[in-house]
């Protein structure tokens, strides 16, 4: 399971394995606590993660 969500810093959409504690954001380069990431979406692969992603960078999804 992946989740995705928005670095709580700079807002950055952000992805992430069940059972990883932390993540780090590809733009601001916070280092950020998975539990305190507000999940937006559930996928199962790596692909849907990038592509729900992708699709957020483009504001086809919030
Ligand atoms: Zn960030």
């Known amino acids: 399971m992946w989740f995705v969500?928005?670095?709580y810093k700079c807002g950055?959409?952000?992805a992430f394995r069940?059972?990883?504690k932390t993540v780090t954001c590809r733009?601001?380069?916070k280092r950020l606590?998975?539990?305190k990431i507000k999940i937006l979406y559930?996928?199962?692969t790596?692909?849907?993660?990038s592509a729900v992603m992708r699709a957020?960078?483009?504001?086809k999804l919030p």
């Open 5 to 7: 969500g928005r670095c």
């Open 27 to 29: 733009r601001c380069f």
């Open 56 to 59: 957020m960078k483009l504001r």
């Open 46 to 49: 790596s692909m849907e993660a």
């Open 12 to 14: 950055h959409p952000i």
């Open 18 to 20: 069940s059972g990883q």
């Open 33 to 35: 606590s998975c539990k």
């Open 42 to 44: 559930k996928v199962e």
